[in-house]
């Protein structure tokens, strides 16, 4: 069964960065892209980030362009997401997603990030 | 960037009844349109991708369709446990999918 297991959320002060993972399970991680998608206190989903199998190609939507960087680590089943000089619009529940022909079909339960002073 | 918009961004409906919802990408698409559905306090699931090609273990009852720039999600005789947003997404530009902004279903 595949799990996905995110980490290293929490309360943070506004400037520091933060780096979030996702352990990976139940599958072959190193043949799936992977994704990263936050959710605000409230508001809708939205599209973070995204990663190919090998981790050479990167993608970010423009909100996040410059702070936010993706990587992933396959002997260890592992993606990760640094987050940079946070923002308190940073402040949503941040989920790792395995993407398959072009969707997300295994999600986790996400962890939560909150930016404030 | 491809924008998605939804409509509409909330809706009331009873035990039964048959629901659509709209979604239109800011340039065609083809069919690279996915939905989901989220529960309160829950992971996104997905329902159907492609458009059309319903998820295994999704219900019968929802239904997708559309191309280019415009598409339908149908939920036909809602269910108690269909009560919930639905999101719809872009997987035309690579590994960067946006989202609609949602419609929530609630009951009438």
């Known amino acids: 069964e595949v799990y996905l297991v995110e980490s290293g959320g929490g309360l943070a002060q506004p400037g520091v960065s933060l780096r979030l993972s996702c352990a990976a399970s139940?599958?072959?991680?190193?043949?799936?892209?992977m994704s990263w998608v936050r959710q605000a206190p409230g508001k809708g989903l939205e599209w973070v980030s995204g990663?190919?199998?090998?981790?050479?190609?990167?993608y970010y939507a423009d909100a996040v362009k410059g702070r936010f960087t993706i990587s992933r680590d396959n002997s260890k089943n592992t993606l990760h997401l640094q987050i940079n000089s946070l923002r308190t619009e940073d402040t949503a529940i941040y989920y790792c997603a395995r993407v398959i022909s072009y969707h997300s079909d295994f999600w986790g339960q996400g962890t939560l990030v909150t930016v404030s002073s | 960037d491809i924008q998605m918009t939804q409509s509409p961004s909330s809706l009331s409906a009873s035990i039964g009844d048959r629901v659509t919802i709209t979604c239109r990408a800011s340039?065609?698409?083809?069919?690279?349109l996915n939905w989901y559905q989220q529960r309160p306090g829950k992971a996104p699931d997905l329902l159907i991708y492609?458009?059309?090609t319903l998820q295994d273990g999704v219900p019968s009852r929802f239904s997708g369709s559309g191309s280019g720039t415009d598409f339908t999600l149908t939920i036909n005789g809602l269910q108690r446990e269909d009560f919930a947003t639905y999101y719809c997404q872009q997987s035309y530009t690579t590994l960067v999918y946006t989202f609609g902004q949602g419609t929530k279903v609630e009951m009438k």
């Open positions: 139940g599958f072959t991680f190193s043949n799936f892209a």
């Open positions: 990663v190919g199998p090998s981790g050479a190609t990167t």
């Open positions: 340039q065609s698409i083809s069919n690279s």
């Open positions: 492609f458009a059309s």
